[in-house]
């Protein structure tokens, strides 16, 4: 996390000055403007045959506006958000600030500032003005997991920190971590006739506190298929971690694919999102297959109806949303594993073999399915198979956040 400047107010300590959070509304306020202006423009529809040509550049040029016009609106709203950024100050009590020098003193640091702020999810980070009283290198983690101790609180570094002190007077943040913690694994097969598989996966980290996992299966197979499903991952990785919303993100991939000159440039997309702090889930399907909720024996189902990335200029994603346990484990699959199913008993048997399935390792589990749907098929893989699975543990830490 970047330092701060701080402003008490009511106990309130925005991330950043007051004048650059005007300055910031300000940005964002031209952005709507600008993408107002952009959306005004309308096309007439002509009314002879000469003109046709004249209408579908105008029709194009229109799109490509309004694309543009998303893509501002957006900007404007992460703006509008990280101006709005504030966290609660929680007062350290002295007995616990006490508590937490003596640890680190018995460490050899020295402690001279000590904050606990709360953003407004009510996630707690520690902010610690700290310096080693030796020469000695001293690792930032070491120095969480004291303070975690001290604290009876599990935290972590904030992404930006420095992995070892500095000689110097510096801040350190820590953040609490998830209750939620995960496991991924994957199993994999390409087409027989082909090298590389037309699909492509991410687990990646959205935000502090959320992980996505991302599947997209290219249209057709090979060395295309792998290209465009490839590019739809990273733009999708990459918006959201520069703080666009899923749902714009989407749309402004399908924009980039239908506005492409290549014809038939479609990718399907299939996003999990998961809170760790919560287990809440978002399940976001376009043009997917279906995915599977394993809950001991119990298996739900998860499926939309809708199509894939780059046919139209809007789409509709479909999202489902889901409140995840302890135990719990997802089953994400591209459309060759349902297809290979179909050549035998068919996919409605899924569901069953999921449930009876008792590994608890996630990549055990993908290749325990990849190998029934390879079984069904007798061998034969007609096209791409990926089998992501993440399985989900809680680790349930009672402490008193006032410390």
Not at 121 to 145: A, F, W
Request: glycine letters at 8%.
């Amino acid at each position: 996390m970047r330092k701060q400047e701080e402003i008490k107010e009511d106990n309130i300590i925005t991330i950043i000055p007051e004048y650059g959070r005007q300055k910031l509304l300000g940005y964002a306020e031209s952005f709507r403007e600008l993408a107002e202006l952009f959306e005004e423009e309308r096309v007439e529809i002509p009314t002879e045959d000469k003109d046709r040509q004249e209408y579908l550049w105008q029709k194009k040029l229109h799109e490509s506006r309004g694309l543009l016009a998303d893509h501002l609106k957006e900007m404007a709203h992460i703006m509008s958000d990280v101006a709005g950024e504030a966290y609660r100050y929680r007062p350290v009590g002295e007995r616990k600030y006490k508590q937490v020098a003596h640890y680190l003193k018995d460490a050899g640091i020295l402690l001279k500032n000590f904050m606990i702020l709360e953003n407004e999810d009510g996630h707690l980070t520690l902010s610690l003005m700290m310096k080693p009283q030796t020469q000695e290198n001293v690792t930032t983690e070491d120095v969480g997991s004291l303070i975690s101790a001290a604290m009876n609180i599990r935290l972590h570094m904030s992404g930006q920190a420095p992995l070892f002190m500095t000689r110097e007077w510096n801040t350190y943040y820590f953040q609490e971590e998830p209750s939620f913690h995960v496991l991924t694994g994957f199993a994999k097969a390409t087409k027989e006739t082909e090298k590389i598989s037309g699909d492509n996966y991410s687990f990646c980290e959205t935000e502090q506190g959320k992980m996505a996992a991302i599947l997209s299966d290219g249209m057709g197979s090979g060395e295309k298929a792998c290209e465009e499903s490839g590019k739809v991952i990273e733009m999708m990785e990459r918006l959201m971690e520069a703080g666009f919303r899923k749902e714009a993100a989407i749309q402004i991939i399908n924009g980039a694919l239908a506005a492409g000159e290549q014809e038939q440039n479609m990718s399907t997309l299939d996003i999990c999102e998961l809170n760790l702090y919560t287990g809440a889930c978002e399940f976001t399907k376009i043009g997917a297959a279906c995915t599977y909720i394993k809950r001991e024996h119990l298996v739900d189902r998860l499926s939309a109806r809708n199509l894939p990335l780059g046919v139209f200029q809007q789409i509709e994603p479909e999202t489902i949303y889901r409140q995840l346990q302890d135990g719990d484990y997802i089953i994400m699959l591209s459309d060759g594993v349902l297809d290979a199913l179909e050549q035998g008993i068919g996919e409605e048997i899924l569901p069953e073999l999921i449930g009876k399935i008792s590994h608890t390792n996630p990549g055990e589990i993908a290749r325990q399915i990849l190998n029934y749907c390879l079984h069904q098929s007798k061998g034969k893989i007609r096209d791409d198979m990926t089998v992501l699975v993440i399985g989900i543990w809680c680790y349930d830490w009672e402490y008193d956040k006032m410390g």
